[in-house]
């Protein structure tokens, strides 16, 4: 059994702890809110340099986000601010002589792209477009940017574009019209526009023109709503873009089929380079020297959570192969090192995400570094430049050797916040659950916890439903709030969850309310057999959209399971939900086909069967603005429950979407949530 209780997971890592106050207080949503938070890293060429941006929220709950520089060839040197306006900067990238940065700010109004003299200066705004700059990335010898923009696929030119989005502000009625799906996507109906690329010359001036190099394609890239630049790259011969996206057509609901395109940066022809495969391709990376390409790619056509595979493409001969064909974890970044033939690759790995080695040549997988929640942020001839996070640190830089050891923390964004809050010490556990497999999950201990007590456990359930609750650090389901409002936190990674190998994930599929009810059921008893503190008696369980949906299947399959219930986007009636939810896909493989295709399945494990069971007090929590599990859906179980007298409350938020991002809306959340839980568990 792995054990990571925190004070020796973080000595034993070489990763620092903040000084604490001399009365520190219990973690709370108001602290969260007011976290800063770093992001935007970015490794200059020499690695000699890191720059990287800071949100930060004032007394008002304004927020505003500056960049700041750090010199990584001195030892213990001091990071330098380098902007100052209010606004957000984003989206750092540093000019290929390392002279200069270039990012994101919506200082003239609308996004735009920037440059940064590292000599002293003023940022100048290099582009001056009709239409917002939402994302960028640079050629590899710095004279060519790309930039994605959101247009009007039949526009001509982008003030074509401007004009037609005008015109949509100002028409006086309201109806959307469309004629193939998809309608809506997360929390946004279509307005008909789409993401799409621009190439143009970098030669110190402002940006003149643009060529649209994905003119004319009615599909996004980057792919909306969560991929990022990620999913484009020149070609290191500058001639290129290579680029993620569907082919167009009227079966973009219910395929994943995303290939991996090539255009010319002065546009025409694109040819896909990943057509033989029918599943998601993603990622593309290449080597400095261009020998290689390296991308992701999964191989189940429709399945949004099969394993991400490597493969490496060689660009002179064509030759194709699979690297660390048998390794069973899923890669969600690469990076190539500096010999070119390296690859630093992330992957969740039994509730971390862990950086690994990877020799593309002979397949060799070797662990870099496993605590907590890791992001590579750039390599260097000797060093790993990572961004950490885990259950009691919100995210900070870190250098190490390649080998994964010297680590060394380079910032300490929230030292005086982090000062103030005392966290749950946690710890990492195991046991037998479906088919006596192992299954791992954690506990997290109030942070008043006194020795000899007994207290009330929140029961913390995952969506995805191919997700982890692991050791890392939210800004929304933050584990440590219940610990800091003096509850047992328990967390299960049962089956379907990922960072396991993909045949656990995969064992949820057309299984939802079986292994993974089981697990849940032996894993709290388990717990609360290891861990005498935990006072099973007063237990609620909570959980969002699959979590959510566990909830609901909990009413009609374990009704004497818990004190109390938390509902927040959870699924109630399948039947329902397949024909009302924006990504046919997931439910048509999660369930084995369309609701038609496969009622029985569907119904076998619909909450809304079970209601005849429901007796358990639970509070429904739901956005209006969430496509993926429409309120109805939350409404629905507060009806029932309201008619059958089962007691019951409804929070809804009608500018919220699959989450909850406004910082006031949060607060009042755990306001709800936790009032709730103190009330049926009887918490003093």
Sequence with gaps: MKKTAIILAIASAGLSISAQAANPEPFTVQHLVKINKLHSPALSNDGSKIVYAVKKFDAEGE?????????????????????????????????????????????????????????????????????????????????????????????????CSEDKFTAE????????????????????????????LFVAKLNGEKIITAVDVTAGLDTETPPKPFSGMEEVTFTPDGKHLVYGAKAPGKDQAWITNYDLWQVPVT???????????????????????????????MTKPGFEADRYRIMLRDTVTGQEKEVAPLWDRSASSLTFGKDNRTLYVTAQDVGQ?????????????????????????GVTNDKII????SLVQPGDLYSMNLDGQGIKQLTQVNQEKLAEIKFGEFE????????????????????????GQKYPIAFLVHGGPQ?????????????????????????????????????????ISQDWGGKPLEDLQKGLAAVTKQQKWLDETRTCALGGSYGGYMMNWIQGNWSDGFNCLVNHAGLFDMRSMYYVTEELWFPEYEFGG?????????????????????KTPMLVIHGEKDFRVPYGQGLAAFSFMQRKGIPSELLIYPEENHWILNPDNLEQWYANVLGWMDRWTEKK
Aim: proline fraction near 2%; hydrophobic fraction near 30%; charge should be negative.
């Design 63 to 159: 927020s505003s986000s500056d960049l700041y520089i750090q010199d990584l060839s001195q030892a213990d040197s001091k990071a330098k601010q380098l902007t100052s306006v209010k606004g957000t900067e984003h989206s750092v990238a540093f000019a290929a002589d390392d002279q200069s940065i270039y990012f994101l700010a919506g200082r003239s109004g609308s996004s735009q792209l920037y440059k940064l003299s590292l000599n002293g200066g003023e940022a100048i705004q290099i582009s001056d477009f009709p239409l917002d700059v939402e994302g960028f990335k640079l050629s590899q010898d710095g004279t060519q940017v790309v930039m994605n923009m959101r247009v009007f696929p039949e526009c001509k030119d982008l003030k």
């Design 169 to 196: 502000q100002e028409r006086k009625s309201s109806g959307r019209e469309y004629k193939q799906l998809m309608v809506r996507h997360w929390d946004t109906w279509s307005d008909h526009s789409r993401s799409h």
């Design 267 to 297: 546009g025409g022809d694109a040819v896909n380079l990943t057509e033989a495969n029918k599943a998601w391709d993603a990622n593309p990376t290449f080597s400095a020297d261009g020998r290689y390409l390296a991308y992701l790619a």
């Design 353 to 377: 995400v862990t950086v690994f080695e990877v020799n593309t040549q002979f397949g060799d997988v070797k662990t870099v570094y496993n605590d907590g929640s890791n992001s590579v942020v």
């Design 386 to 389: 990572i961004n950490h996070k």
């Design 428 to 451: 990492q556990f195991s046991f037998k659950g479906w088919n006596n497999e192992e299954v791992h999950g954690y506990w997290i201990k109030p942070s008043d916890y006194k020795a």
């Design 467 to 507: 997700g982890s609750f692991g050791n890392s650090f939210s800004s929304r389901w933050n584990a440590q709030l219940w610990a800091g409002a003096g509850y047992g936190v328990v967390m299960i990674d049962f089956h379907g969850s990922t960072g396991y190998g993909q045949e656990f994930t995969d064992s």
């Design 594 to 614: 369309t609701y038609q295709d496969n009622k029985e399945l569907y119904e076998k494990f619909n909450p809304v069967n079970y209601t005849e069971n429901w």
